[in-house]
């Protein structure tokens, strides 16, 4: 059986990193599990998004993958290290990517960040941002609205913009030449973020980066799939599969099944 990478999200939005994987590794099979029934983790305390994660990955650790991929800002924010040291495989979170890929871009060094209530009360960018380049100047602002409107599948330019307008209010005029989708949802709104910030500020998604982290790393491992053939990717959501279903497939332009999971653990909604 070939080994997959297992990749996770509080929902719809670690598709974002999925469809770059499926791109950048065609080789490749994942798993993928979005926690619908729980979504979103923004407003959860970091306690809660620690329990959800570890969970999840209890989950999916039953299907032997060979990777880790934290697809969601959140609990990157908060889980990663815990998740390091209750698995043996390599775990890879989407902060750093972005981080890595805004600095990349940026000729300023002003750069924008948005994200969840979670990932911007966390000062995870800021501490990723500045590891690599101390001074760097961070302009940060949380959308708990938008990774919901994603959700819902209301992602569309002309249904999101009025939210998309409200959000980024605080930003529009500052001195930034890029701005970090930080939360693994955003990419869904590009079209409304980019026609609110404007031409001159540049929107950065992990999943591209992401990607092409995951690749070195199983390259390094020697761990990357060579088989020849397409993989048949699984997918699992605890919620209601049918709009994720529409969602993903629409996302990923190939269909897809799902398998329901209903949390037999306590839990907390
Ligand atoms: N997609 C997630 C992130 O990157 C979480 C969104 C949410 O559930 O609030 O942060």
């Not at 983790?41 to 880790?68: C, W």
Request: net charge neutral.
């Amino acid at each position: 059986m070939q080994q997959a990478i297992a990749v996770l999200d509080s929902g719809v939005g670690g598709l974002t990193v999925v469809k770059e994987v499926m791109r950048q590794l065609p080789q490749e099979k994942v798993i993928y599990f979005g926690d619908t029934a729980r979504s979103p983790y923004g407003p959860r305390s970091a306690g809660e998004v620690q329990t959800f994660t570890r969970q999840i990955v209890d989950y999916l650790i039953q299907f032997n993958p060979k990777m880790i991929v934290i697809a969601c800002n959140t609990a990157t924010a908060v889980a990663i290290d815990d998740i390091r040291e209750r698995v043996s495989i390599p775990v890879l979170g989407v902060i750093s990517p972005g981080a890595r890929a805004a600095i990349k871009h940026t000729r300023s060094g002003i750069i924008g960040v948005i994200g969840t209530d979670g990932t911007i009360r966390s000062k995870a960018y800021e501490h990723a941002l500045r590891l690599i380049s101390p001074h760097i100047q961070v302009y940060s602002e949380a959308c708990p609205l938008l990774a919901p409107l994603v959700e819902k599948g209301l992602f569309d330019a002309d249904r999101s913009h009025e939210v998309v307008e409200q959000s980024l209010k605080p930003l529009v005029g500052k001195p930034m030449d890029c701005l970090i989708l930080g939360c693994t949802h955003y990419p869904f709104l590009t079209e409304a973020i980019s026609s609110v910030m404007g031409p001159n500020v540049t929107l950065i998604s992990s999943a591209d980066e992401t990607a092409r982290e995951i690749s070195t790393i199983l390259y390094h491992r020697n761990l990357l799939a060579t088989s020849g053939q397409l993989p048949i990717h699984q997918f699992f959501c605890s919620g209601e599969p049918e709009l994720f279903k529409k969602i993903a497939e629409n996302w990923l332009k190939e269909q897809i099944s799902i398998t329901p999971v209903v949390w037999q653990v306590p839990t907390i909604i």
